[in-house]
């Protein structure tokens, strides 16, 4: 089954566009360039009709208006409490905040409304 590349997005002409920044693939290299401490990286996506590869630039601007926040209140609320109290090694539900309880309950009502 053939997959849509869509980090790239499409001209009219039906050519490669430039980086479609909400994507998945954009988020994950951003945040890799930031832990990292490097400036750029050299993106490579293999697809049947050919390699497509391009330079990818730290963000920061980005990096503070769409990731640094949710990461730190994701670190703070989710990672950090079951690091100091683990409770998942003795069998107990991991913690998970309201935000994250109504966010994974409108994922399942959108899944229902729809079929899936």
């Known amino acids: 089954m053939a997959r849509k590349v869509t980090f790239w997005t499409k001209e009219k002409n039906v050519t490669i ?36 590869v391009e330079r ?8 503070e208006a769409n990731m640094e926040a949710k990461l730190e209140r994701f670190y703070m609320n989710c990672l950090l409490p079951e690091i100091v109290d683990p409770r998942h090694t003795r069998s107990m539900p991991i913690r998970n905040p309201k935000y994250i309880i109504e966010e994974q309950e409108k994922l399942k009502e959108r899944k229902e409304r729809l079929g899936k």
């Open 56 to 63: 990818i630039e730290r963000d920061d601007e980005f990096w």
């Open 17 to 52: 566009g430039p980086i479609n920044r909400t994507h998945h693939f954009f988020f994950q290299v951003q945040g890799q360039l930031h832990v990292t401490k490097r400036r750029y990286c050299q993106f490579a996506l293999w697809t049947p009709k050919g390699l497509k």
